[in-house]
């Protein structure tokens, strides 16, 4: 009876030291799959869950256009870019601003005065940046569409005792500009971008 129990108790040990193995197993394995997801991503950040930001996260993983190189790539006549005069067109590609993330900032004057909000939200969309077509409140509106586009514009509010508008994650706001990594600076007619 005696050398029975002590076969129990070693079998149980055993049984335990297993599943702690197997345990550590799985964590090992777990780790290194979200380490290899993150290096394959190398701009893996973590995301607020809330809808929006995640409609802005995909939006700009989808984009068109994500750099420079890639407008020169685009068709123009086939694009909403067609529908601005060639000066206008020329100010607003000088005015984009890339970043490994994509648009980071763009100024917005010339699509304000010669687009209407929907042409807008469909030339930004290129960018993935088709949320920002809101904030175009001088834009001539033509349609119940560009009324819902512009009624889409958040409320202002206060950032280091200015007045601006946020557009939705933190660092996305109207009179300012991408001017590097994480900076916005005041500018007026620009826009700096989350992504900035």
């Not at 100024?107 to 088709?130: H, N, R």
């Amino acid at each position: 009876p005696a050398y029975r129990a002590k076969l129990t108790r070693n079998k149980q040990r055993r049984c335990k030291l297993k599943t702690l193995t197997n345990l550590a197993v799985a964590v090992c394995i777990g780790l290194s799959a979200y380490a290899n997801a993150s290096a394959v991503n190398n701009t893996f950040e973590p995301m607020n869950t809330s809808v929006k930001n995640t409609e802005r996260h995909i939006a700009l993983d989808l984009a068109v256009i994500k750099s420079t190189a890639d407008i020169y790539k685009l068709d123009v006549a086939e694009s909403p870019l067609s529908l601005l005069s060639s000066d206008t067109r020329n100010r607003f590609i000088d005015s984009l601003v890339f970043n490994e993330r994509g648009l980071a900032g763009f100024s917005y004057i010339g699509l304000e005065a010669e687009l209407t909000p929907s042409q807008i939200y469909k030339l930004l969309g290129y960018f993935g940046a088709q949320h920002l077509a809101s904030v175009m409140t001088n834009a001539r509106t033509e349609t119940s569409t560009d009324i819902l586009i512009l009624n889409q514009q958040p409320p202002y509010q206060p950032l280091r005792g200015k007045e601006i508008t946020p557009m939705g994650p933190p660092g996305d706001h109207k009179g300012y500009a991408c001017s590097e990594r994480a900076t916005c600076r005041e500018s007026a007619g620009a826009i700096c971008m989350s992504s900035c």
